[in-house]
C-alpha cells in the first residue's frame, strides 16, 4: 500500500532554514508528481508546491517563491522542501501528497501524516 | 492568483441532504475537488473532476459545477460526515493550485 511518511520539522528560528523530507514506498515514485501541502494550526489547507515525476516542473505558491525549494531523488524514493529564510507565518503541519494518477492532476489521493514546523524565537 | 469561497461552517441533520458550496472564477475553466479533514488526520479527497469519488469513497458523496461555483452533495448524510470540507482548485493561470477556506460541517 502507499505509504508517505515525512520527517525533519520542529523548532527554528526566524530567518532559519530547514529540510523537509518524504520517505515513499510501495508504488512507482518515479511515475508521479508530488506535491507539498501545509496547514497552520487551526487554519486551512495551503498548497505549497509540486514537482513533476521528472524534477523538470516546478511551482511555487507566491507565498513561499524565493524561500522554498522544492526536489526528489526518484533512486531513494524521496521528496525534499528545503525552506530557508523562515517566518513565523510558515508555522505548520508539511503534508507530502501524491497525486491520484501517474500524470498532472493536482488531485491528492494519498497524503503523509505530516510533519510540524515551528517558526518561533 | 485567484481565491475559493468556501460558507465558514453548515449543519444537517442525520440522514438529510447537504450541499457545501465553493466560489472562485476559477472555477469557470476548472473542476474542483474536494477533501474531508477530520481532527487530527490527514485531508482525504472525496470528489475529483466532474463527479469522480476514489475508491472507498461512499457513493453518498457527489459533485457538481455551474459556473464559477462547485458544489459537494452528501445525500443521507452519517453521523461519520462530520468534518471540515475543503476545495481546491488550479488558480486562472493553470500552474497554481488554490484552497477554499473550509467548510466545517456539523450533522445533528
Known amino acids: 500500500q502507499v505509504q508517505l511518511v515525512e520527517s525533519g520539522g520542529g523548532l527554528v528560528k526566524p530567518g532559519g532554514s530547514l529540510r523537509l523530507s518524504c520517505a515513499a514506498s510501495?508504488?512507482?515514485?518515479?511515475?508521479?508528481?508530488m506535491s507539498w501541502i501545509r496547514q497552520a494550526p487551526g487554519k486551512g489547507l495551503e498548497w505549497v508546491s509540486y514537482?513533476?515525476?521528472?524534477?523538470?516542473?516546478?511551482y511555487y505558491a507566491d507565498s513561499v517563491k524565493g524561500r522554498f525549494t522544492i526536489s526528489r531523488d526518484n533512486a531513494k524514493n524521496s521528496l525534499y522542501l528545503q525552506m530557508n529564510s523562515l517566518r513565523a507565518e510558515d508555522t505548520a503541519v508539511y503534508y507530502c501528497?501524491?497525486?491520484?494518477?501517474?500524470?498532472?492532476?493536482?488531485?491528492?489521493?494519498?497524503w503523509g501524516q505530516g510533519t510540524l514546523v515551528t517558526v518561533s524565537s | 492568483s485567484s481565491e475559493l469561497t468556501q460558507d465558514p461552517a453548515v449543519s444537517v441533520a442525520l440522514g438529510q441532504t447537504v450541499r457545501i458550496t465553493c466560489q472562485g472564477d476559477?472555477?469557470?475553466?476548472?473542476?474542483a475537488s474536494w477533501y474531508q479533514q477530520k481532527p487530527g488526520q490527514a485531508p482525504v479527497l472525496v470528489i475529483y473532476?466532474?463527479?469522480n469519488r476514489p475508491s472507498g469513497i461512499p457513493d453518498r458523496f457527489s459533485g457538481s459545477s455551474s459556473g464559477n461555483t462547485a458544489s459537494l452533495t452528501i445525500t443521507g448524510a452519517q453521523a461519520e460526515d462530520e468534518a471540515d470540507y475543503y476545495c481546491?482548485?488550479?488558480?486562472?493561470?493553470?500552474?497554481?493550485?488554490?484552497f477554499g477556506g473550509g467548510t466545517k460541517l456539523t450533522v445533528l
Open positions: 514537482i513533476s515525476s521528472s524534477g523538470s516542473t516546478i
Open positions: 501528497a501524491r497525486d491520484l494518477y501517474p500524470s498532472s492532476s493536482g488531485w491528492w489521493g494519498d
Open positions: 510501495g508504488f512507482t515514485f518515479s511515475d508521479y508528481y
Open positions: 473532476g466532474k463527479n
Open positions: 476559477s472555477l469557470r475553466s476548472y473542476y
Open positions: 481546491n482548485s488550479r488558480d486562472s493561470s493553470g500552474n497554481l493550485w488554490v
